[in-house]
């Protein structure tokens, strides 16, 4: 096939860009793969932090055209002009936000002969707002088919496409970030982390939803079995940090909570999963999360909550535990069990024989069997 992927891709922070950056190196693979990536992916007045980040290069794309100025719409003609003089037979969107629903709507509108695959991060975002629904619906009723990676998400398709030609496949592993292949031992001296800890890690942007304030309640329960406890907490505060920061005093838990705030730049990554015993995604809503993703391609086992497509990733009592959102008591007893009985190598095992699952040759075949239908 001759395909033209479309997203956000290095130096674009975050995990769509990584996801991007894998995707389009499994299709390289077998196909003919060109690269259309954003000259600006959000004007400054939307998103005032910094969105680029050039500190590691492991997920650059040589010869990637960077066309898309999302503000721009004669950017979006130039861009469907250069899309079509390159022919390709599939043009693969990745889609997570309506704001990008104009631009899209527009490069969709302007393709001439090529095949239209959506995938479907989120159909709708995380936070609602008016017209979302229908922006979301304008644009994918575009695409000719769409992948997606949670239950919840091919609800949502089918309730603004009924008939939508879809395939829902679990999100592949993000096993990108072992650049230096490091032991726990070397992680944790980097993070001046002895070995007798038992060591906890959340990951990510710090927003609302992802429900990390349950996970900070659940803490005191686990310091009374588990004195040497250690929680991780790496990610760059969207929300008001003030209220994590006084949940942490007002339980006495500044000596066993760490947060290193901020974006953690690809070459970082490496040292919190390696370091950690377990990962935790406290999440009170989802669709899916590339954190699971990296967590697996460490070997590392997750506590989730029953929320999106969280469940639908871990084998509970396997690869980790599923627990249910809001109940820090809950959180709690998981990861009790989970050292109490020992359960480290066991999980590391079951997450490893679960590769093919989650790897991106299943997924370039996926992206093949909805091409040829």
């Known amino acids: 096939?001759?395909?033209?992927?479309?997203?956000?891709?290095?130096?674009?922070?975050?995990?769509?860009?990584?996801?991007?950056?894998?995707?389009?190196?499994?299709l390289k693979k077998n196909n003919d793969v060109s690269m259309v990536s954003f000259k600006l992916q959000y004007p400054k007045l939307l998103f005032k932090k910094e969105q680029r980040d050039y500190e590691n290069d492991?997920?650059?794309?040589?010869?990637?055209?960077?066309?898309?100025?999302?503000?721009?719409?004669?950017?979006?003609l130039a861009s469907?002009?250069?899309?079509?003089?390159?022919?390709?037979?599939?043009?693969?969107?990745?889609?997570?936000?309506?704001?990008?629903?104009?631009?899209?709507?527009?490069?969709?509108?302007?393709?001439?002969?090529?095949?239209?695959?959506?995938?479907?991060?989120?159909?709708?975002?995380?936070?609602?707002?008016?017209?979302?629904k229908w922006l979301s619906r304008n644009v994918l009723r575009q695409g000719d088919?769409?992948?997606?990676?949670?239950?919840?998400?091919?609800?949502?398709?089918?309730?603004?496409?009924?008939?939508a030609k879809l395939e829902k496949t679990v999100l592949p592993t993000f096993n990108a970030f072992k650049f230096e292949n490091m032991s726990c031992s070397e992680a944790r001296e980097k993070l001046g982390i002895g070995m007798d800890k038992k060591v906890i890690l959340f990951f990510g942007l710090v927003r609302e939803y992802k429900g990390l304030k349950y996970l900070i309640s659940a803490m005191p329960l686990l310091?009374?079995?588990?004195?040497?406890?250690?929680?991780?907490?790496?990610?760059?505060?969207?929300?008001?940090?003030?209220?994590?920061?006084?949940?942490?005093k007002d339980n006495n838990l500044g000596d066993i909570i760490t947060i290193y705030d901020g974006y953690t730049p690809d070459h970082e990554v490496e040292k919190f999963f390696a370091a950690c015993d377990l990962v935790a995604l406290p999440y009170i809503s989802a669709t899916q999360s590339g954190i699971v993703q990296i967590a697996y391609g460490f070997n590392k086992p997750v506590v989730v909550t029953n929320v999106g497509g969280l469940p639908e990733v871990v084998l509970n009592g396997k690869t980790g535990y599923v627990v249910e959102p809001g109940n820090s008591l809950a959180i709690a007893e998981a990861v009790q069990k989970f050292f109490e009985?020992?359960?480290?190598?066991?999980?590391?095992h079951n997450v490893k024989g679960e590769e093919y699952k989650y790897s991106w040759d299943r997924m370039s075949e996926v992206v093949e069997r909805l091409w040829n239908k």
């Open 341 to 348: 009985e020992n359960r480290a190598e066991e999980f590391a």
């Open 58 to 76: 492991t997920f650059k794309i040589e010869g990637t055209d960077y066309l898309i100025n999302t503000a721009n719409p004669l950017s979006w």
């Open 223 to 248: 310091r009374k079995k588990f004195g040497e406890l250690i929680l991780l907490v790496a990610g760059d505060f969207v929300d008001d940090k003030e209220e994590y920061l006084k949940l942490i």
């Open 145 to 163: 088919s769409f992948i997606v990676h949670s239950e919840q998400d091919a609800i949502d398709l089918q309730t603004i496409i009924a008939d």
């Open 80 to 132: 469907a002009k250069k899309i079509n003089a390159l022919k390709p037979d599939l043009v693969i969107i990745q889609w997570w936000h309506p704001y990008f629903a104009p631009c899209y709507w527009s490069i969709v509108r302007h393709l001439k002969k090529a095949k239209v695959l959506f995938l479907c991060h989120n159909v709708f975002p995380h936070e609602r707002f008016p017209m979302d």
């Open 1 to 26: 096939m001759k395909i033209v992927l479309i997203g956000p891709v290095y130096p674009y922070k975050g995990g769509i860009s990584h996801y991007t950056g894998m995707m389009y190196r499994a």
